[in-house]
């Protein structure tokens, strides 16, 4: 079984190292000129799949946009997954689940058991109700080759109240939580299966990546405010393990396929500059 490390190394170097969100915010439906329905947000979807799933590397759709539709929102999101992964490209669910104990268990079930109509191949989690609370997704991942990227310095203003507080030790919570990650990741060839989601946007905050080992989602770029200049100043000499992400800098290309397709080569080909 091969694990969601090494089929991300694997389609990076392929594809080129470019993630992409699937975000059918009212909005953005208006802007492509369809109905804020579900019919609007089926064809949102198709569309973002046809134009992208076959060529590039990560496809992250956030749920909480199919999820205000109900059950009928749900369903076109797992068609959404499973249509972008015959496809070949990964699936980075966008979730942020985090609890604790059987309910933790059971999101993991929900996105991480290939028995699941919502499997993806990793997803997004938030530990701050503590790290060891993030462990039933972390072994339901490991147990089926899925990954995890944890929520550590995100880009939202209100984050650094709690990611720079200090925490026992001395070190900073998000630093914890980085160092948690590198333990997990330790030894693992090519690349390790947990990430963690670090803001394009954030500069330089003194945090230590180096013993990470894993991927390193950057979010941010595009409409954001960061370019894919701003990289290097962020991750340093972690910068080969970055997985640049765009969302509404793509998207708003839409809804021509070839303005997706295009828009989504133009940032693929600029991060490829910037990450050497």
Not at 125 to 145: C, H, W
Not at 163 to 181: L, N, S
Not at 230 to 252: A, Q
Request: proline share 5%; hydrophobic share 45%; with cysteine.
């Amino acid at each position: 079984m091969e694990t969601f490390g090494k089929r991300l190394v694997e389609a990076t170097a392929k594809r080129g190292p470019l993630c992409v969100g699937i975000d059918p915010h009212a909005a953005l439906l208006t802007k492509w000129g369809l109905p804020d329905d579900v019919a609007g947000l089926e064809r949102f979807a198709l569309t973002v799949v046809e134009a992208l799933a076959d060529r590039v590397a990560v496809l992250k759709p956030q749920s909480a946009f199919f999820e205000r539709f109900g059950s009928r929102g749900i369903g076109i999101l797992e068609s959404t997954i499973r249509q972008s992964r015959e496809a070949g490209a990964l699936v980075l669910l966008d979730v942020k689940r985090g609890d604790i104990g059987s309910t933790m268990a059971a999101y993991a079930s929900a996105y991480l058991d290939p028995a699941s109509s919502l499997c993806a191949d990793a997803i997004t989690v938030s530990p701050y109700l503590g790290f060891g609370s993030l462990q039933p997704a972390l072994d339901v991942a490991a147990a089926n080759g899925g990954g995890v990227f944890v929520l550590g310095l995100t880009s939202n203003p209100e984050g650094p109240s709690v990611q720079h507080a200090v925490a026992a030790g001395g070190r900073t919570v998000a630093q914890t939580m980085i160092d948690e990650i590198s333990q997990l990741n330790r030894g693992a060839e090519p690349l390790g299966s947990f990430g963690l989601v670090i803001g394009a946007t954030i500069g330089e905050t003194g945090h230590d990546l180096s013993a990470v080992n894993g991927p390193l989602l950057a979010p941010g770029l595009g409409a954001q405010g960061a370019t894919p200049a701003d990289l290097r100043r962020v991750f340093g000499e972690s910068l080969r393990n970055v997985l640049p992400s765009y969302s509404r800098e793509v998207l708003t290309a839409g809804p021509s396929v070839a303005g997706l397709r295009l828009a989504a080569e133009r940032a693929a080909d600029e991060c490829a500059a910037a990450l050497g």
